[in-house]
Structure formats: structure tokens, C-alpha cells
């Protein structure tokens, strides 16, 4: 599911393919959505709405295998479109609606010419043959992401670009869809993804496991990660919770399913009811993995989480997941919620008062490079996940809170996810709701909070 960015924004890039002969209309979709921290990632001219991977790991290899069949729907008439896709890849077949298409890899994109043109507004299905040792992606800022190696297996976190390294997709934020596992391991690993597991079964030797996440979720919560697991499902607070853990792990996370209930209890009264059908957590040993992501209904992460670090994956359920960013540099619209939630969580459980988790913040003196930059747009890929995002995002939303009292807010916050619940929203959307329901005019407040760099006065 696809919300089209602004045409303001789109950026024109050089297309370094053959034109089409001069008697078909040339219609290609364009190589990227416009997204300005990463001009490529994502493609124009159509909408996928369901991923059918079905995939097969040796980790002794190190060898993937995979089919990706897309259901999607094209926004304009179609000569060629995109997918994203890393070039450590090998693309053997492209079939469009059942036919071969002729398609050129370059760089991390894949453009595929259908045998004839798609008319606009059609549903087709696209289906990629691929094969290839993947390798993960480095950041911007240097952090590993996307298909990363393991003892035991794979780490898999895809955020912000690290989908590509695994699987061809439409993978910017704004192309939710719906997506089906269908993962193939050596018996003694286990593949653990997204959403409910429907069926495992082994023969010789080797386990094939079924995962559905009904839900539409944008590519970068996707994970299929593999290793030596121990997987448990069980109901916690109503809801399928199902979490692998790394043996390594295993005597802290004991009560891991468990700790799910009491703060998702919680949320779900602040911010309303929980958005997906299950979740659960994937614990897992990851060499030079600094960080934990926020996998939809199963965030990743590289130890068994503390009460801080569960509540910010349980937070970004709400605020990420279901309510995603329309592009990247309103990624506060992640980071600083989930870090305002834990400090939340911190006060509800007579950990650190709310209050005090925001002077410790604000006590960063005015010359400290932590102020210069403003939320709103950290400036680049490179800054996406710097403290200030996080921590001055959470500050702002302590000090609205402030300005518009308890009863708006919390409403602001229900009314945010129930609007967007499923899709996207920007930064000047939230500002907008803000003063719709508070009545207020607040321009001041956002500006200096978000905005402006500087630290700003109380
Ligand atoms: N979104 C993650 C979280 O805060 C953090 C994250 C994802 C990250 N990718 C990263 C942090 C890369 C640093 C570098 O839950
Ligand atoms: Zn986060």
C-alpha cells in the first residue's frame, strides 16, 4: 500500500537504460520515491501490496535462494519499472503476469521490461528467481544492517536500507504490504519472521517454516532471521507471543514472553489498542551489532532487552510500525516517541520520574553539539539515528504535553495512530493534529523544538 510523496520532491536521476524503440510509448517508472536521504531506495509507478518470499538458507554455504512473487499494482502506464535490489545478488528469471520479462541489474537496481506494456491502474504479479551469498549493508553512519552473518545463521535487520541485501521489494517506507515466509533451513536452524508461524515441516533433513504478517508493513520491519534458536509461543495478555532466543541467551530471557504483557498493557491505555496480531521478540548473538530494531510484531535484538530497551521495541509497535514515516528525516516521529514511551514506562514503574528523565535531558548545556540538530530534520542519512532525534524528539513531546495538558495530549496520541494506523504521516501532519485538538496554536513551541537548531528555553 502506497501513499505517493509529493510531487515537489521527486528527484529526476539519469536512467542508464536503453530507450525503447520508437514505437512503443516509453513510460518507465521512475528508480526512486523521492525520498530525499536516499534518492533510489524505493521505485515509482506502482503500488506492491503482497510479498510471497520463499526462501532457502545454508548457513554452511552461506548460499540464498529465493522466489519473490509481488501482487502489485501499477499508478501509471508501465514500459519498465524497478525493484530494489542488491547487485551481490543474481537475478536468474523475471516473469511479469506469467511471462518472461527482459531485465537489466545495475547497481542495486533491478528495471524489468515486461513483455508488453502494463496499462495503468493494473493489478500484476511479478516473480524474481534469484540466487547468491548476501552480504550485509554498511550505513550511512557505519552500523551493519540487512543480511548479517552469524555463528549460528543470520541476524536480520533492515533499517533503513538493508531489505535490498535479501530480497527484491518497492522499498521505501511509504509501499506497505502484506507478506508471506516461506523460509528453508538445515533442521538443526531454526527461521523465525514477522507475524503468525503457520506450519513447519521437515524432511530430509531440512525444516521448511511458514510465517504470514497480514498486517501491511513497510519493508524495512521485515526479518527473517536464522540460527540455533529455541522458539516459544504462547499467550501472553491475549495476544500470540512468540519469541527465539539464542542458547546463549537463554537463562536471562526466561521471563522474556511474559514481560511482554504488563507493557503492552500499558500502552495499549495510553495510546490505544495494540495494531497487530501478534507479537514477540527474536534474542540473537550478533558480532558488531550495536542496536536493536523494532521489527514489526517481533523487534530484534542483539541481548535479552532490559525494561528500557523492551518498552522503546514495544513503543515503536504504535509509533513506526503501525504509524510510519513518510520519509526518513521525520524519523523523530519514530525515535523520539519510542524514547518518550520509555521514559513512561520508566515513571510507571517507579524507576526515574518522568520529570527527571526530562531535566537530565535538558540539562545538556547550550554549547553542546547535541543541540544543534533539530529533529524535524537531522540533515542527512548519516544523522538518522543521532541522540538529538531521539532525546530532544522525546523532550518535545514532554514539553506539548505540558502546553496542552494530559487529556489533549493523550488524545493527540490515540487519534495519531488511529488515523494513520496501517500508513503514513509526516511531521507537519503531526503538528497540524496537535493544534486541531489542543485548540492551541503551538507554531512557537514546534519551531523551537523541532526546528530550530539551538537549544531552546523552557
Ligand atoms: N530504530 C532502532 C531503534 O531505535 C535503531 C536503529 C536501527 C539504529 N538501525 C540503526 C541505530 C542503525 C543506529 C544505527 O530501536
Ligand atoms: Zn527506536
Same mark, same amino acid.
Request: charged share 20%.
Given at each position: 500500500?502506497?501513499?505517493?510523496?509529493?510531487?515537489?520532491?521527486?528527484?529526476?536521476?539519469?536512467?542508464?537504460?536503453?530507450?525503447?524503440?520508437?514505437?512503443?510509448?516509453?513510460?518507465?517508472? #521512475?528508480?526512486?520515491?523521492?525520498?530525499?536521504?536516499?534518492? @533510489?531506495?524505493? *521505485?515509482?509507478?506502482?503500488?506492491?501490496?503482497?510479498?510471497?518470499?520463499?526462501?532457502?538458507?545454508?548457513?554452511?554455504?552461506?548460499? @540464498?535462494?529465493?522466489?519473490?512473487?509481488?501482487?502489485?499494482?501499477?499508478?501509471?502506464?508501465?514500459?519498465?519499472?524497478?525493484?530494489?535490489?542488491?547487485?551481490?545478488?543474481?537475478? /536468474?528469471?523475471?516473469?511479469?503476469?506469467?511471462?518472461?520479462?527482459?531485465?537489466?541489474?545495475?547497481?542495486?537496481?533491478?528495471?524489468? #521490461?515486461?513483455?508488453?506494456?502494463?496499462?495503468?491502474? &493494473?493489478?500484476?504479479?511479478?516473480?524474481?528467481?534469484?540466487?547468491?551469498?548476501?552480504?550485509?549493508?554498511?550505513?550511512?553512519?557505519?552500523?551493519?544492517?540487512?543480511?548479517?552473518?552469524?555463528?549460528?545463521?543470520?541476524?536480520?535487520?533492515?533499517?533503513?536500507?538493508?531489505?535490498?541485501?535479501?530480497?527484491?521489494?518497492?522499498?521505501?517506507?511509504?509501499? =506497505?504490504?502484506?507478506?508471506?515466509?516461506?523460509?528453508?533451513?538445515?533442521?538443526?536452524?531454526?527461521?523465525?519472521?514477522?507475524?503468525?508461524?503457520?506450519?513447519? *515441516?521437515?524432511?530430509?533433513?531440512?525444516?521448511?517454516?511458514?510465517?504470514? /504478517? =497480514?498486517?501491511?508493513?513497510?519493508?524495512?520491519?521485515?526479518?527473517?532471521?536464522?540460527?540455533?534458536?529455541?522458539?516459544?509461543?504462547?499467550?501472553?495478555?491475549?495476544?500470540?507471543?512468540?519469541?527465539?532466543?539464542?542458547?546463549?541467551?537463554?537463562?536471562?530471557?526466561?521471563?522474556?514472553?511474559?514481560?511482554?504483557?504488563?507493557?503492552?498493557?500499558?500502552?495499549?491505555?495510553?495510546?490505544?489498542?495494540?495494531?497487530? #496480531?501478534?507479537?514477540?521478540?527474536?534474542?540473537?548473538?550478533?558480532?558488531?551489532?550495536?542496536?536493536?530494531?523494532?521489527?514489526?510484531?517481533?523487534?530484534?535484538?542483539?541481548?535479552?532487552?532490559?525494561?528500557?530497551?523492551?518498552?522503546?521495541?514495544?513503543?515503536?509497535?504504535?509509533?513506526?510500525?503501525? %504509524?510510519?514515516?513518510?520519509?526518513?528525516?521525520?524519523?523523530?516521529? *519514530?525515535?523520539?516517541?519510542?524514547?518518550y514511551?520509555?521514559?513512561?514506562?520508566?515513571?510507571?514503574?517507579?524507576?526515574?520520574?518522568l520529570?527527571?528523565?526530562f531535566?537530565?535531558?535538558?540539562?545538556?548545556?547550550?554549547?553542546?553539539?547535541?543541540?544543534?540538530?533539530?529533529?524535524?530534520?537531522?540533515?542527512?542519512?548519516?544523522?538518522?539515528?543521532?541522540?538529538?532525534?531521539?532525546?530532544?524528539?522525546a523532550m518535545?513531546l514532554h514539553v506539548?504535553r505540558k502546553? %496542552?495538558?494530559? =487529556?489533549?495530549?493523550?488524545?493527540?496520541?490515540?487519534?495519531? %495512530?488511529?488515523?494513520?494506523?496501517?500508513?503514513?504521516?509526516?511531521?507537519?501532519?503531526?503538528?497540524?493534529?496537535? &493544534?486541531?485538538?489542543?485548540? &492551541?496554536?503551538?507554531?512557537?513551541?514546534?519551531?523551537?523544538? @523541532?526546528?530550530?537548531?539551538? =537549544?531552546?528555553?523552557?
Amino acid at each position: 500500500m502506497k501513499r505517493l510523496l509529493a510531487l515537489t520532491t521527486a528527484i529526476a536521476i539519469a536512467l542508464p537504460f536503453t530507450p525503447a524503440a520508437a514505437d512503443s510509448p516509453d513510460s518507465p517508472g #521512475s528508480q526512486g520515491a523521492g525520498d530525499p536521504y536516499f534518492p @533510489l531506495q524505493g *521505485n515509482g509507478g506502482y503500488d506492491a501490496r503482497h510479498y510471497d518470499l520463499t526462501l532457502d538458507y545454508d548457513p554452511g554455504t552461506r548460499v @540464498l535462494k529465493g522466489t519473490a512473487t509481488i501482487s502489485a499494482r501499477s499508478t501509471q502506464a508501465l514500459s519498465r519499472f524497478n525493484l530494489d535490489l542488491s547487485k551481490t545478488l543474481t537475478v /536468474a528469471s523475471v516473469t511479469v503476469d506469467g511471462t518472461a520479462a527482459r531485465f537489466t541489474h545495475e547497481g542495486d537496481e533491478l528495471a524489468v #521490461s515486461p513483455a508488453s506494456a502494463i496499462a495503468a491502474g &493494473k493489478p500484476f504479479t511479478v516473480a524474481v528467481a534469484y540466487a547468491g551469498k548476501p552480504t550485509h549493508i554498511v550505513d550511512p553512519d557505519g552500523s551493519k544492517e540487512g543480511w548479517i552473518r552469524t555463528p549460528d545463521g543470520v541476524f536480520n535487520a533492515n533499517e533503513p536500507e538493508g531489505a535490498k541485501s535479501w530480497y527484491p521489494g518497492n522499498h521505501h517506507l511509504t509501499d =506497505k504490504a502484506g507478506y508471506r515466509f516461506t523460509v528453508t533451513v538445515p533442521s538443526d536452524r531454526v527461521a523465525v519472521a514477522n507475524g503468525s508461524l503457520v506450519s513447519q *515441516n521437515t524432511a530430509m533433513g531440512r525444516t521448511t517454516y511458514v510465517w504470514v /504478517a =497480514k498486517e501491511p508493513m513497510a519493508s524495512y520491519l521485515t526479518t527473517v532471521s536464522i540460527g540455533d534458536f529455541t522458539l516459544t509461543d504462547t499467550t501472553v495478555g491475549g495476544l500470540r507471543t512468540i519469541v527465539a532466543v539464542d542458547p546463549e541467551h537463554a537463562a536471562a530471557a526466561k521471563n522474556l514472553a511474559q514481560r511482554h504483557g504488563p507493557v503492552l498493557a500499558y500502552f495499549s491505555g495510553l495510546f490505544g489498542p495494540y495494531p497487530f #496480531s501478534t507479537t514477540g521478540a527474536i534474542v540473537d548473538n550478533a558480532p558488531g551489532v550495536g542496536y536493536a530494531l523494532e521489527s514489526q510484531t517481533r523487534p530484534i535484538y542483539p541481548k535479552v532487552p532490559d525494561e528500557v530497551l523492551l518498552s522503546h521495541e514495544l513503543a515503536h509497535q504504535w509509533f513506526g510500525d503501525a %504509524v510510519t514515516p513518510e520519509r526518513w528525516k521525520d524519523i523523530w516521529l *519514530n525515535e523520539g516517541f519510542a524514547t518518550y514511551a520509555e521514559w513512561m514506562w520508566a515513571d510507571k514503574r517507579g524507576a526515574t520520574p518522568l520529570s527527571t528523565a526530562f531535566s537530565r535531558a535538558y540539562a545538556r548545556t547550550a554549547d553542546d553539539r547535541f543541540w544543534q540538530i533539530p529533529p524535524a530534520d537531522p540533515g542527512n542519512a548519516k544523522q538518522l539515528f543521532k541522540d538529538a532525534v531521539y532525546v530532544r524528539g522525546a523532550m518535545t513531546l514532554h514539553v506539548l504535553r505540558k502546553e %496542552v495538558g494530559d =487529556k489533549a495530549f493523550f488524545t493527540i496520541l490515540r487519534t495519531w %495512530v488511529a488515523d494513520h494506523k496501517y500508513g503514513n504521516a509526516s511531521t507537519a501532519d503531526f503538528v497540524a493534529l496537535s &493544534k486541531k485538538i489542543s485548540g &492551541k496554536p503551538l507554531d512557537a513551541l514546534f519551531d523551537a523544538w @523541532l526546528v530550530k537548531p539551538g =537549544k531552546p528555553a523552557l
